[in-house]
Each structure stands twice: as structure tokens, then as C-alpha cells.
T-cell receptor, first 116, second 115 residues
Framework: AQKITQTQPGMFVQEKEAVTLDCTYDTSDQSYGLFWYKQPSSGEMIFLIYQGSYDEQNATEGRYSLNFQKARKSANLVISASQLGDSAMYFCAMREAMDSNYQLIWGAGTKLIIKP | DARVTQTPRHKVTEMGQEVTMRCQPILGHNTVFWYRQTMMQGLELLAYFRNRAPLDDSGMPKDRFSAEMPDATLATLKIQPSEPRDSAVYFC?????????????FGPGTRLTVL
């Protein structure tokens, strides 16, 4: 079974609109971390935001926020006021505390295209 | 602004040649990862090190790939002999291991083309 599921292979969004990228996860661990990364066409993988499973508040970093719904096992990325530079692949990833080897489990990614 | 650096950024080589990719992790990070990314397979973990010790390289083709960390500032990934199917982008990432941390910071990648 997939541990990280990103159901949207691709999305088109009008510039300045808010964007929600979906991510659901599957774990039996009580302690885990959730990450979002951005990969623009230039290829680099850029860390965006982190949410720990025990964090009571949703993580925010500038225009990025993570809509963490623990009971539903979802960790959606919200980008407010989208910009053309937000066009990229976005990956959701999870680290389980039971994995002492510290590996990240990756989703397949969502390709986001911002339209002017 | 601390960053992971990788060299070379691009490499074109012929089948059968040796390829060496280098990575300088962020100073102070104690964990280093090597990933490979292709359109077909996505992002695959090849190997990783903690405190310079190899912890897992089960993702690597053992007969041709090798990863080492000769010191805390250098990690290498070698392919010998290279094959066309090795063409991919190879990423190095580093992080600080701990129970509440886990963020991996990626280098710019090495784009490898094997002809």
C-alpha cells in the first residue's frame, strides 16, 4: 500500500488564486513528520515546510501553510496568492519515528502550473 | 546561506566509462543521502550515511555503484562501468539526525547522460 498518496498528477491555477495540493499518508506510528518540497523546472529540490505529528498548530512559512488533519491523515499544502514562479512539481514526504534510519517516504508529486 | 554542493552539474559520458559524482554536505549535518531521479521511477534512495558510516545502500546496484564518505565534508558516488540506463539526475541531500528533526536539504543535482 502507498504510504504517501498525491492524487493530483497535475493542476492548472490562475495567478493570484490560492492553491491546495493534496497529500494523504498512511502510518501506524504515533510520531512522524510530514514535509513538502518544490522542484521547479531547473531541477533543484527545495524544502518548503515541515509539520510534526504532535504539533498542535498548522505549520506556516510565508505564503505556504500546511493544512494538517491528523484524523483524516492528510497534510495538504496551501499556497496563498499564487505566483508564476510557483509553477513546479511539488512532493509530499513522510518520516516515521519508528524508522531509526531516518528515511523519507515520497509521494509521486503534483505538477502545478500557474496561468497568467 | 549554507547549501549542499554537488559536482559536476552535468556529465555526458560513454557506456563503460567510470563516473564519479561529488557532494559537499552542509557543515554540521551528520547524515548524507544519495538519490536518483528519473521520469519513469521518480525519486529513488540509493544510499545514505550517518556520521560517515554507510547505513543502507540496498537501493544501489551493487555490481557497479559504490558510495563513500572519506571525510565529513565529502561524499562520493561512483558508477563503474556506466550504462545508458544509469542516465538520470543524481541528488545528494544532507540533514541533521535527531528524534524531532528530519529535514533533508538537497544539492542542485548532477545530470548524468550515458551514451
Amino acid at each position: 500500500a502507498q504510504k504517501i498518496t498525491q492524487t493530483q498528477p497535475g493542476m492548472f491555477v490562475q495567478e493570484k488564486e490560492a492553491v491546495t495540493l493534496d497529500c494523504t499518508y498512511d502510518t501506524s506510528d504515533q510520531s512522524y513528520g510530514l514535509f513538502w518540497y518544490k522542484q521547479p523546472s531547473s531541477g533543484e529540490m527545495i524544502f518548503l515546510i515541515y509539520q510534526g505529528s504532535y504539533d498542535e498548530q498548522n505549520a506556516t512559512e510565508g505564503r505556504y501553510s500546511l493544512n494538517f488533519q491528523k484524523a483524516r491523515k492528510s497534510a495538504n499544502l496551501v499556497i496563498s496568492a499564487s505566483q508564476l514562479g510557483d509553477s513546479a512539481m511539488y512532493f509530499c514526504a513522510m518520516r516515521e519515528a519508528m524508522d531509526s534510519n531516518y528515511q523519507l517516504i515520497w509521494g509521486a508529486g503534483t505538477k502545478l502550473i500557474i496561468k497568467p | 546561506d549554507a547549501r549542499v554542493t554537488q559536482t559536476p552539474r552535468h556529465k555526458v559520458t560513454e557506456m563503460g566509462q567510470e563516473v564519479t559524482m561529488r557532494c559537499q554536505p552542509i557543515l554540521g549535518h551528520n547524515t548524507v543521502f544519495w538519490y536518483r531521479q528519473t521520469m519513469m521511477q521518480g525519486l529513488e534512495l540509493l544510499a545514505y550515511f550517518r556520521n560517515r558510516a554507510p547505513l543502507d545502500d540496498s537501493g544501489m546496484p551493487k555490481d557497479r555503484f559504490s558510495a563513500e564518505m572519506p571525510d565529513a565534508t565529502l561524499a562520493t558516488l561512483k558508477i563503474q562501468p556506466s550504462e545508458p540506463r544509469d542516465s538520470a539526475v543524481y541528488f545528494c541531500a544532507s540533514g541533521l539526525y535527531g528524534p524531532l528533526s528530519g529535514t533533508q536539504y538537497f544539492g542542485p543535482g548532477t545530470r548524468l547522460t550515458v551514451l
